[in-house]
């Protein structure tokens, strides 16, 4: 059994830096995606980091801003946020990539309950 927890959220003002985990137990050997979802909006992709951190993929809009990572002798993966906007306001999950496009929600097969991350003006 899988079980992703996340941590790390809170407030921040605009243009500070947060760092947000993804502790994973069970059979993990496999990518890690971060979503968020702001209020009202759909499920963002945001990072995507491989089973041995070698390779990564960021949307757009964080790329050269955040920072993905992982650690599998601690099983956590990392979020390391800087520059943050208020649009960077929303729950951030980690989840653990099944098959399919890693920026498809869908192709994910277990997920964190999510942190809050808001950004103040």
């Known amino acids: 059994q899988v079980q992703l927890v996340e941590s790390g959220g809170g407030l921040v003002q605009a243009g500070g830096s947060l760092r947000l985990s993804c502790a994973a137990s069970?059979?993990?050997?496999?990518?890690i995606g971060w979503f968020r979802q702001a209020p009202g909006k759909e499920r963002e992709f945001i990072a995507r980091i491989n089973w041995n951190g070698g390779s990564t993929s960021y949307a757009d809009s964080v790329k050269g801003r955040f920072t993905i990572s992982r650690d599998n002798a601690n099983n956590t993966v990392y979020l390391q946020m800087n520059s943050m906007k208020p649009e960077d306001t929303a729950v951030y999950s980690c989840?653990?990539?099944?098959?399919?496009?890693?920026?498809?929600?869908?192709?994910?097969?277990?997920w964190g309950q999510g942190t809050q991350v808001a950004v103040s003006s």
């Open positions: 989840a653990l990539y099944n098959f399919g496009s890693y920026k498809w929600s869908p192709s994910y097969n277990y």
């Open positions: 069970g059979r993990t050997f496999s990518s």
